[in-house]
């Protein structure tokens, strides 16, 4: 738990939040770097910063050179991604393995797009979308015994609906 709340801290600190994303992207909602955006997405996050490698990795889902990854990421917490599994090494470079995108106080994990382009991975989990997030903004909160959230995907409804539920039951199925 100390490790990940310290991860959580780095994301903000490097302006990976909902916020950084309008001020370094123009959006909340992530380019789908898979379609015809990933020109930009490459040209907007060129210069090496925290926040541009943090991108590359966990938003666009490509491989960062392991030079350019020690110069804008401290060693614990490369450490503590590859340690987790959120990054692997191949060869000189840091490869992510899911992507992570910020939503509110949270940090959604999902399959790298690359996954469900795929035609042999029929599991994929789905990041979040802009029905996803509509969603979340007209969703009323109020305090709750329990929470089902049918058709989860990544689980940002039941994520959302932690906070005033006493118990949330997330499900879905490909």
């Given at each position: 738990?100390?490790?990940?709340?310290h991860?959580?801290?780095?994301?903000?600190a490097?302006?990976?939040?909902?916020?950084?994303?309008v001020a370094?992207?123009?959006?909340?909602?992530p380019?789908?770097?898979h379609?015809?955006?990933l020109?930009?997405l490459?040209?907007?996050?060129?210069?090496?910063?925290?926040?541009?490698t943090l991108a590359?990795?966990?938003?666009?889902?490509?491989?960062?050179?392991?030079?350019?990854?020690r110069?804008?990421?401290?060693?614990w917490?490369?450490?503590a991604?590859?340690?987790?599994?959120?990054?692997?090494?191949?060869?000189?470079?840091?490869?992510?393995?899911?992507?992570?995108?910020?939503?509110?106080n949270?940090l959604?994990a999902a399959?790298l797009?690359q996954?469900?382009?795929?035609?042999?991975n029929?599991?994929?989990?789905?990041?979040i979308?802009?029905?996803?997030r509509?969603?979340?903004?007209?969703?009323?909160?109020?305090p709750a015994?329990?929470?089902?959230?049918l058709?989860?995907?990544?689980?940002?409804?039941?994520?959302?609906?932690?906070?005033?539920?006493?118990?949330?039951?997330?499900?879905?199925l490909?």
């Open positions: 738990p100390d490790q990940s709340s991860l959580r801290q780095f994301f903000e490097a302006g990976y939040t909902e916020q950084g994303f370094a992207l123009g959006t909340v909602e380019p789908l770097p379609l015809r955006s020109p930009r490459l040209h907007v996050t060129r210069e090496p910063t925290t926040f541009n590359r990795w966990f938003l666009a889902g490509l491989p960062v050179d392991a030079g350019r990854a110069e804008n990421t401290p060693d917490f490369r450490g991604c590859l340690e987790s599994g959120l990054l692997r090494s191949e060869g000189e470079a840091l490869v992510p393995t899911s992507l992570l995108v910020p939503s509110g949270f959604v399959d797009y996954r469900l382009l795929s035609t042999t029929f599991d994929h989990v789905l990041t979308n802009p029905a996803a509509l969603l979340l903004d007209f969703t009323i909160r109020r015994r329990s929470t089902l959230d058709c989860a995907g990544c689980g940002i409804q039941a994520l959302a609906a932690s906070p005033h539920s006493e118990a949330v039951v997330a499900t879905d490909n």
